[in-house]
């Protein structure tokens, strides 16, 4: 009878007991009770779900806030799938990364429909409008600012080869030459000519510094990706871009225009000037910043950040994933060109406008 | 022939009543998506209004650039064509072409975002 289906057909129910029977078998406990399992919003890529879990016995005994973190049902190609990320965040906990700590992952389809990897969950905002706004932190901004440089740092120590993290394209795969070709080959079936695009790309690829010895990027090291407690970094949160590539490709990134939201005039991720980050990034790595380094990868940031947002929009557009905010993503691509003319041509704005 | 109010027109009401009678009635977590809805008919009246200026304002600048090369290509496959040139560095041995070029992606670039982001402009210190 319609309304009355039994509980055993009903999959939240079935989804929910298989998790709990994951979790209790992977902690050692002798029962595991889930009382909330709630999807997070954020998160374009992948999905995060709020867990909510009483452990009797076992490594995580007692009432434990846990985020079960798994793709969403369309993605960016370049990003790493669940089990890999986990082994990242893994290796970044173990390196001194403020991260949330990684605890269980499976890739057995029958507990969750996909992949996925539980990990802490942390305290604070990630919401980078807030964050650039918010004046009660102002006097902090600063130090937090230094604080990212420490951890980026930090994330720069590991280096390949690594066991743990094989599965990651070698430097020579993912360097700045390769980065150039990805774009153009996506911009080749790009219904739109782009040729702003065009014309950074062209520079970038006349302006490509030697290579350096590589280390593990996050690959999107920005306001709106760690997590603030009031003034407390808490964690730096999604690794599913990471891999190895230059210690100045993460810095433009962080300083890229595209990533300043509410404060395009404090150059470091929109919290602060350059200085800050930049003594706390070179007090932890013991080596110094080079600035022709960093720009030609903060204009590298602005086009991959304009092709990521064209990617965001064709997943409306092409595959037909129904969300308003991805569709409108697509219109910052322009944003990031008006940057790589500003960067490129700054002699170049027209008198009038 | 279209009936009035234009459809522009009627945008810029539908949105004023979205943010202005609606959005209070709204619960919290649903004005996250009430505000992307009325950004999204915010960019439609504005380029609804501009209609095809850009494009045809665009293809202008472009047939003076290919003219100056004796290219002759039909309009519509100027820009494609012109970003083809510029992944070749095509302008870089002329000064003249080079800075039209240049002139091209400005006036390209700043109109779009008069549509898209008006906003963002300003915050770069445009008009």
């Not at chain 1, 602060?272 to 910043?289: H, Q, T, V």
């Not at chain 1, 030609?296 to 037909?320: N, P, T």
């Not at chain 2, 027109?9 to 004005?31: K, N, S, Y």
Request: glycine share 8%; charged share 25%.
């Amino acid at each position: 009878m319609a309304g009355t289906a039994s509980p055993r057909s009903d999959p939240q129910r079935e989804r929910r007991a298989a998790l709990a029977r994951f979790l209790t078998a992977a902690s050692g406990a002798e029962t595991v009770e889930i009382s909330g399992l709630v999807p997070l919003r954020g998160g374009a890529i992948q999905e995060n779900w709020a867990v909510d879990a009483c452990f009797s016995g076992g490594s995580l005994a007692g009432d434990q806030a846990l985020v079960l973190r798994t793709a969403a049902p369309t993605g960016v190609p370049a990003s790493l799938d669940p089990l890999q990320e986990f082994a990242v965040l893994k290796a970044a906990f173990a390196a001194g990364v403020t991260v949330p700590e990684p605890l269980f992952a499976s890739g057995d389809p029958a507990i969750f429909g996909k992949p996925f990897f539980i990990m802490r969950r942390i305290d604070g905002i990630a919401a980078a409008h807030r964050i650039t706004r918010d004046a009660a932190l102002e006097p902090a901004l600063p130090a937090i600012a230094e604080r990212l440089g420490r951890e980026l740092a930090r994330i720069h120590r590991i280096r390949p080869p690594r066991s743990d993290l094989a599965f990651l394209p070698a430097y020579e795969e993912v360097g700045p030459t390769l980065q150039i070709a990805g774009f153009r080959a996506y911009l080749d079936h790009h219904p739109t000519p782009r040729p702003v695009l065009e014309w950074g790309i062209r520079w970038l690829e006349t302006h490509t510094p030697s290579p350096s010895d590589p280390v593990l990027c996050h690959h999107d090291f920005r306001t709106g990706n760690y997590m603030l407690d009031g003034t407390t970094l808490t964690g730096i949160l999604d690794w599913e871009f990471a891999g190895w590539g230059d210690p100045h490709e993460d810095i433009g990134w962080f300083c890229c225009k595209g990533w300043r939201f509410a404060r395009l005039d404090r150059e470091a991720g929109g919290i602060s000037g350059r200085a800050p980050f930049y003594r706390g990034y070179e007090s932890e790595a013991g080596r110094a910043i080079d600035p022709s380094r960093v720009f030609f990868w903060e204009l590298l940031a602005s086009v991959r950040w304009a092709i990521i947002a064209l990617q965001q929009s064709d997943r409306y557009m092409i595959a037909g994933e129904r969300n308003l905010d991805l569709a409108l993503t697509g219109r910052r691509a322009t944003e990031c060109e008006l940057e790589i003319l500003m960067l490129l041509d700054p002699a170049g704005v027209p008198p009038d406008a | 022939m279209r009936d009035l109010p234009t459809g522009s027109t009627l945008l810029a009401l539908a949105r004023d009543v979205l943010l202005g009678d609606l959005m209070p009635l709204l619960p919290e977590e649903a004005r996250l998506d009430a505000r992307l809805v009325a950004n999204s008919m915010a960019i439609a009246e504005r380029e609804a209004e501009a209609a095809d200026g850009l494009r045809k304002a665009i293809a202008r600048e472009l047939e003076k650039l290919y003219r100056w090369t004796g290219e002759g290509e039909e309009p519509e496959n100027l820009l494609r064509c012109f970003a083809r040139d510029l992944r070749v560095d095509r302008f870089k041995g002329s000064e003249p072409q080079e800075r039209k070029a240049r002139e091209i992606l400005w006036q390209l670039t700043i109109s779009k975002l008069r549509q898209a982001n008006p906003r963002f402009l300003a915050a770069n210190g445009f008009r």
